[in-house]
């Protein structure tokens, strides 16, 4: 260990970034997620670090205007967003491992196809592009909760959206406020494959600072989603403060025919649905 290596050369990765800044910040001392991510050596990340006493306000982050471009979901960033999506949850996906090999590459694309239109016409979605480089780097799919298109899937990633539903859908009816343009239901966020650890943060705090700004700007007055992923789950409790409202070890659930298909999935696996309710 040398203090002019950064952390990702000493063996971090996405999620225990988070969770390193966050225990930062457990003991008082304050660095940005991006300050964190972007020092060069453990001696610059040290230059950036604040000790604050309990009375301060802790740090603010913000949302980057330079270097990314947020973009509406439109025509033009289909084929992008159909790659993005179908290479992050195919590859990296927490559920989606458990019903391999029946699951497709064509099967994401057959999804995002099904809802494109609406999702276009919602104008809730957004693609994240690079500044520097132009290439659409981020997708982020919303829904108003309320408002959600059918969709019609024949293919494995039914029993994905039937667990979901089965989460979601009593907290939706009894716990969630009615109507539309109330909650939006954040059901898809995904980075392009091209990216490292540290860029992967980046983009994925980025699009979730971007959600709550979508929130605000159309007037809705919370967000709602379930995360399986372990980087999401720590980035909505830890870093901007999403209530918990139930968590789940998946290997439990029993699909509509009796079977379990998440059974071999380790007990430390879980989703976790969560809201966040605007000021």
Not at 83 to 110: C, G, H, N, V
Not at 234 to 243: K, R
Not at 254 to 265: C, H, L, T, Y
Request: one cysteine or more; glycine letters at 6%; aromatic letters at 10%.
């Amino acid at each position: 260990v040398t203090s002019h290596a950064n952390f990702y050369e000493l063996g971090g990765n996405s999620l225990n970034s988070i969770y390193t800044v966050t225990k930062l910040r457990d003991q008082g001392y304050q660095i940005g997620i991006t300050d964190f991510i972007t020092a060069k050596s453990l001696t610059d990340m040290l230059g950036r670090m604040k000790l604050i006493s309990s009375v301060e306000e802790p740090l603010n982050e913000s949302i980057d205007q330079e270097s990314y471009i947020y973009e509406p979901l439109h025509d033009r960033h289909k084929d992008d967003a159909i790659e993005i999506i179908t290479e992050s949850f195919y590859s990296k996906a927490d559920l989606e491992q458990w019903l391999m090999p029946d699951i497709t590459r064509a099967d994401y694309r057959d999804l995002i196809d099904s809802m494109w239109r609406p999702l276009v016409e919602k104008s809730l979605s957004f693609a994240v592009k690079s500044a520097q480089t132009g290439k659409t780097i981020g997708i982020t799919l919303n829904f108003d909760l309320w408002d959600e298109p059918e969709v019609v899937l024949n293919s494995k990633l039914t029993v994905v959206f039937d667990f979901l539903e089965y989460l979601e859908g009593p907290i939706r009816e009894n716990r969630l406020p009615k109507g539309k343009g109330q909650i939006i239901h954040n059901f898809m966020m995904s980075t392009s494959s091209e990216l490292n650890a540290a860029q992967n943060v980046l983009i994925m705090r980025q699009m979730e600072e971007h959600c709550l700004e979508l929130i605000k700007r159309e007037k809705y007055v919370g967000i709602f989603t379930t995360n399986t992923s372990p980087l999401t789950q720590q980035l909505g409790t830890d870093v901007y403060g999403y209530e918990t409202l139930l968590t789940y070890q998946v290997n439990k659930y029993e699909a509509p025919d009796g079977s379990k298909p998440f059974g071999k999935a380790p007990d430390s696996q879980l989703a976790i649905c969560s809201l966040k309710m605007i000021n």
